[in-house]
C-alpha cells in the first residue's frame, strides 16, 4: 500500500500535478481546523455564557434613575 502511495506521487510529480494536489489538501485541511476552531470558540462562549451569564451592558448608578452605557474610559 506504501508503494503505491509513492508511485502515485512520483505520477503526479512527473505530470506536474503534484502543486495542485498540495494545494487542495492543504485548502481542505485549513478548513477543516478553521471550522473545528469555530465549533469549539461556539462552545466554549455557550459554557462561559450558561456557567456565569451574561453581564450586563447597562449599569445602574446608586441613587439615580439614570442608566449609563458602562463605557471604562479613564478620559
Known amino acids: 500500500m ?4 509513492i508511485l502515485l506521487l512520483i505520477l503526479a510529480a512527473a505530470l506536474g500535478v503534484l502543486g495542485l494536489i498540495v494545494k487542495v489538501a492543504l ?3 485549513l478548513g477543516i481546523f478553521l ?8 462552545v ?6 450558561a456557567l456565569w451569564g451574561s ?6 448608578v446608586r441613587g439615580s434613575t439614570v442608566e ?4 471604562r474610559d479613564p478620559r
Open 2 to 5: 506504501g508503494l503505491l502511495i
Open 55 to 60: 453581564r450586563p451592558r447597562w449599569r445602574r
Open 35 to 42: 471550522g473545528f476552531a469555530l465549533v469549539a470558540w461556539l
Open 68 to 71: 449609563v452605557l458602562d463605557n
Open 27 to 29: 485548502g481542505i485541511a
Open 44 to 49: 466554549a462562549w455557550r459554557v462561559r455564557r
